[in-house]
């Protein structure tokens, strides 16, 4: 069984009678380091007989988001819904726009 370094550290004092310095500097030499392990993947038992496949996860239905228009774009369709010209400048635009509301 693996200690920790202070539990190493701890009994490496109580052996030799030495102070915590001193301790600390020669422990080094005899401690082993604990090694971690890897959790194993644990294997769902098959149960035998069991005629179904088992069913593919469904996927997520994503809806498209609508891009974004530009004020230029927002103007032109401004401009078809009043019957007004499409072409031009966003300034020539929102002149045809405004005058026509009056």
């Keep these: 069984m693996t200690i920790t370094w202070s539990e190493h550290v701890k009994k ?3 052996e030799h009678k030495c102070s915590y310095k001193e301790a600390l500097q020669k422990a ?8 971690k392990s890897k959790k ?3 294997e769902e038992p098959v149960e035998e ?9 469904p996927t997520p239905v994503v809806t498209p988001t ?8 927002k103007l032109i369709e401004l401009c078809e819904k009043m ?6 400048t ?10 026509n509301s009056q």
């Design 66 to 73: 609508p891009k974004k228009l530009t004020k230029k774009q």
């Design 40 to 42: 194993q993947p644990v």
């Design 49 to 57: 007989g069991c005629p179904d496949p088992p069913l593919p996860t």
């Design 28 to 35: 080094s030499a005899t401690y082993v380091k604990k090694v």
């Design 83 to 88: 019957g007004l010209e499409t072409k031009g």
């Design 12 to 14: 490496f004092r109580e």
């Design 90 to 99: 966003i300034q020539q635009l929102s002149d045809r726009i405004y005058n």
